[in-house]
């Protein structure tokens, strides 16, 4: 089950907008489109292209993800951008997502789109289910697209399609105040078969991204019998030394509690989730055959940073039933020099469809 996925249909940049333009462009495709509302300035991207493409056969669910009290700034931007995309896609509605119960502050933003997702009724004759990362958070892309996907591999005519507006130094810029409690995110508990009669043997893949140090910390500081920790790097990246940057910055950490030996990175493209994705396949085929009834191994994920990247270890999770851990922002700050839509690199993977019916 799954096995396209090693060699799945994606296409990068122009050859994205391209197939958007074309292929969705064709009068029989009628199109469900989950996205963000939020304030991130790549929540139109994607939507926009569809609805030139596609006009009234686009139907659209846009989640505004509500975090307390935002800055002024970050909610006017957030308004503009709903505002914008409730008239790009007439057949739309936007659901508001509270990612913290205001009576304790207990994450509640998975649990919530879960059940917006099990409501939700598609239209009539659709095609094509597709899932924009690129303005929704960790706690609820990675929940809406398990539940998605399980939604298109029950029927044999579905097809399932992850895209993203992908611009690693915007990631970067958008700086989020980390909650107090480390999650396991809703779905990716892992590790969901019988216990074995031996020893947890845990590697940690901790995804390596500009100002996520507490957060990271936190993860780090939850985690037990750890046998690894496998820091996850871009490279090849659009900045050659990024990799060199993150690992000056995570230096204290990488020397000393993490205590990383320097042929434990991995280095996986910044601009292709497929090798993200293949490489902790890899890994967790070899480490499960190494191991194999001395211990129980157990591999654990935190993609906090570049969606790209952060998109191929959700493919791995799913596939391989992996746990990914996070610690949810309480409200974000954005920089006055966040890239803008001009800079953005755009991905799409398809995921499952008819395309593939001659894989097991």
């Known amino acids: 089950m799954r096995e396209h996925w090693d060699n799945c249909v994606t296409h990068f940049d122009n050859r994205a907008r391209s197939f958007i333009a074309e292929f969705f462009a064709e009068p029989s495709r009628r199109c469900f489109l989950v996205a963000g ?34 800055s002024a700034v970050l909610k006017k931007a957030a308004d503009a951008n709903e505002a914008n995309l409730r008239s790009l896609i007439k057949n739309s509605q936007v659901v508001p ?38 303005a929704l958070s960790m706690g609820i892309a990675f929940p809406a697209a398990k539940l998605l996907l399980a939604i298109a591999e029950s029927s044999e005519e579905l097809n399932f399609h992850v895209m993203l507006a992908s611009n690693p130094e915007l990631d970067a810029s958008i700086v989020g105040e980390p909650a107090e409690r480390v999650l396991t995110v809703r779905g990716f508990a892992g ?8 020893p947890k043997a845990r590697i940690w893949l901790p995804q390596l991204a500009k100002s996520k140090k507490g957060s990271l910390d936190q993860i780090k500081a939850s985690l037990t019998d750890l046998y690894k920790v496998c820091p996850i ?66 591999i654990i994920l935190s993609p906090v940073g570049s969606k790209v990247m952060a ?37 799409h993977i398809w995921l499952h469809g008819p395309i593939y019916a001659g894989f097991q």
């Open 37 to 70: 509302a939020g304030f991130d300035p790549r929540s139109q991207i994607i939507p926009a292209s569809l609805a030139n493409a596609m006009g009234d056969n686009l139907h659209a669910m846009f989640i505004r993800e509500e975090r307390g009290e935002a």
């Open 97 to 134: 997502i509270t990612i913290f119960d205001p009576s304790d502050n207990a994450t509640i933003g998975g649990n919530q789109i879960a059940s917006a997702l099990r409501n939700v009724e598609l239209p009539n004759g659709v095609t094509d289910v597709i899932l924009d990362m690129s």
């Open 191 to 198: 590790n969901s078969g019988a216990e074995q009669d031996v």
């Open 233 to 298: 790097l871009p490279f090849p990246a659009r900045d050659p030394r990024r990799a060199d940057t993150l690992i000056e910055e995570f230096g204290e950490q990488i020397r000393g509690d993490w205590q990383v030996d320097a042929r434990d990175y991995m280095y996986v493209s910044e601009r292709n989730p497929l090798d993200s994705y293949r490489s902790i396949e890899m890994l967790k085929k070899r480490y499960d055959k190494t191991v194999d009834g001395i211990f129980e191994p157990q």
């Open 311 to 347: 998109a191929g270890a959700m493919m791995a999770a799913i596939k391989h039933d992996l746990t990914v851990q996070y610690v949810e922002a309480l409200r974000y700050d954005i920089s006055p020099e966040a890239a803008d839509a001009d800079e953005m690199d755009i991905v």
